[in-house]
């Protein structure tokens, strides 16, 4: 794993997670802990509306935090209810925890790289539909990260279920002085409780 991300996952501290949120965690939790008892691939979706930054956010930390930890079968997505793009901050945000991030396409939907170790596969972030052919079809689990998905997409064919895990919005910051701020912050939110989904995973 890059030395920069190991940094940052080093100071993370999930004791700050309220035992409210922890309920909130624990169904997605029981979720992974179960597919890893029966050897089984685990197959993430990580669902909001626009598909452009709290879903890329999750997944990347999941997968980088299931890689750091050592749970194999762990492939984690993203979508949304419309497709728009990845959003330049979020890809900033990432950049500037030492993520390697390559831009592979110019369209107003660009394709990225994003790198977290030199021998695992880099996420492959676009804007996309929940359902679009380069996300899993069956066996996943389907995690409503923004209410408007959640409350707009009640019913997700294929999943394993639906695990409504959600963040505020760093959208509402965009254009302001407390933009950088605010993206980091979310980012280090998702980051943590991501890290504490896969810890008790394998507990």
């Known amino acids: 794993m890059f030395e920069n991300i190991a940094k940052a996952i080093a100071s993370l501290s999930i004791t700050s997670i309220s035992e409210d949120r922890k309920k909130v965690l624990n169904p997605l939790i029981a979720y992974i ?15 909001c509306t626009h598909n452009s930054r709290r ?17 194999t079968n762990v492939n984690c997505y ?13 890809v900033e945000t990432l950049e500037n925890i030492g993520f ?19 021998d695992a596969h880099p ?3 676009f804007s996309k539909t929940f359902d679009d052919d380069f996300n899993p079809k069956s066996n996943f689990a389907a995690i409503m990260t923004c209410s408007s998905a959640d409350k707009g997409c009640p019913f997700v064919g294929g999943s394993d279920g639906r695990f409504p895990i959600t963040f ?4 509402a910051f965009d254009n302001t002085p ?16 991501m890290l504490f989904v896969m810890k008790e995973s394998i507990r």
């Open 55 to 71: 879903s890329h956010l999750s997944q990347v930390w999941a997968q980088t935090l299931a890689y750091h930890l050592g749970i």
């Open 33 to 47: 802990r179960e597919k890893i008892s029966k050897n089984e691939p685990i197959a993430l979706n990580f669902i």
């Open 78 to 90: 993203s979508g949304g209810t419309e497709a728009t793009a990845l959003f330049p901050i979020a």
């Open 178 to 193: 407390f933009q950088k701020e605010k993206y980091h912050e979310r980012s280090i939110q998702i980051a943590t409780e």
């Open 123 to 125: 996420v492959i972030g």
């Open 100 to 118: 390697q991030i390559r831009k592979l396409s110019k369209e107003k939907n660009p394709v990225y790289s994003i790198k977290y170790a030199d």
């Open 168 to 171: 505020e919005d760093p959208k």
